[in-house]
């Protein structure tokens, strides 16, 4: 939570108190000291609820579920940031035991992608052969060889009959780089347990 938000609860608080301690005081009920004793109590709650508060965003720093390990919004936005230019140093993450190093590059003339190396190394072999490192870390592009003279000589007329011809002859191509942030990280959330900052 930031110092802004804390001040403006506090000023809330304070003016809640003043504004009941006043209803109070000219309800006659009480004078206009016992109203301060009476705005004293909501104080304390606010003060205990803003507490609780800035424990809370404290502790959102790593949220596990079911044994997950998963980063927050706030920390994604950290690492999206610090892919944003070629020359800065990008990022590294602990991705279930792999220490994984992120970083923006120059993929052609117009076009930037983010790289990465695991545990400081990157292998030809992981986008040839099915491993590890490819299943958690390689961004998978599906193709297909299926050209619009293939589907009329196969007499595919049909969105599905395409779809069939086309799944029919496709095949997977791994990539050393992402271009696109957000499918990288629901990649890396969906096929990893534990991500966090190194």
């Given at each position: 939570?930031?110092?802004?938000?804390?001040?403006?609860?506090l000023a809330a608080?304070?003016?809640?108190?003043?504004?009941?301690?006043?209803?109070?005081?000219?309800?006659?009920?009480?004078?206009?000291?016992?109203?301060?004793?009476?705005?004293?109590?909501?104080?304390?709650?606010?003060?205990?609820?803003?507490?609780?508060?800035?424990?809370?965003?404290?502790?959102?720093?790593?949220?596990?579920?079911?044994?997950?390990?998963?980063?927050?919004?706030?920390?994604?936005?950290?690492v999206d940031k610090?892919?944003?230019?070629?020359?800065?140093?990008?990022?590294?993450?602990?991705?279930?035991?792999?220490?994984?190093?992120?970083?923006?590059?120059?993929?052609?003339?117009f076009q930037n992608?983010?790289?990465?190396?695991?545990?400081?190394?990157?292998?030809?072999?992981?986008?040839?052969?099915?491993?590890?490192?490819?299943?958690?870390?390689?961004?998978?592009?599906?193709?297909?060889?299926?050209?619009?003279?293939?589907?009329?000589?196969?007499?595919?007329?049909?969105?599905?009959?395409?779809?069939?011809?086309?799944?029919?002859?496709?095949?997977?191509?791994?990539?050393?780089?992402?271009?696109?942030?957000?499918?990288?990280?629901?990649?890396?959330?969906?096929?990893?347990?534990?991500?966090?900052?190194?």
């Amino acid at each position: 939570m930031s110092l802004r938000k804390i001040v403006l609860l506090l000023a809330a608080g304070f003016s809640t108190g003043v504004v009941m301690a006043a209803a109070f005081g000219q309800m006659g009920t009480r004078s206009f000291t016992a109203g301060g004793e009476i705005c004293f109590v909501p104080m304390v709650l606010l003060l205990v609820w803003v507490g609780w508060m800035i424990r809370g965003e404290s502790r959102k720093v790593k949220k596990v579920e079911g044994g997950v390990t998963i980063m927050t919004a706030e920390e994604w936005k950290k690492v999206d940031k610090s892919l944003k230019f070629v020359m800065s140093r990008g990022t590294t993450l602990k991705i279930d035991g792999y220490k994984v190093h992120l970083f923006l590059t120059q993929k052609s003339q117009f076009q930037n992608a983010i790289a990465f190396y695991v545990n400081d190394e990157f292998r030809g072999k992981w986008l040839m052969e099915d491993c590890e490192e490819r299943r958690r870390f390689c961004c998978c592009k599906k193709r297909s060889i299926i050209t619009e003279k293939d589907y009329k000589l196969y007499g595919a007329r049909s969105k599905k009959a395409k779809q069939e011809l086309k799944d029919k002859f496709s095949y997977n191509e791994y990539f050393s780089y992402w271009t696109n942030f957000e499918k990288m990280k629901k990649h890396f959330i969906d096929n990893n347990e534990s991500i966090e900052f190194y």
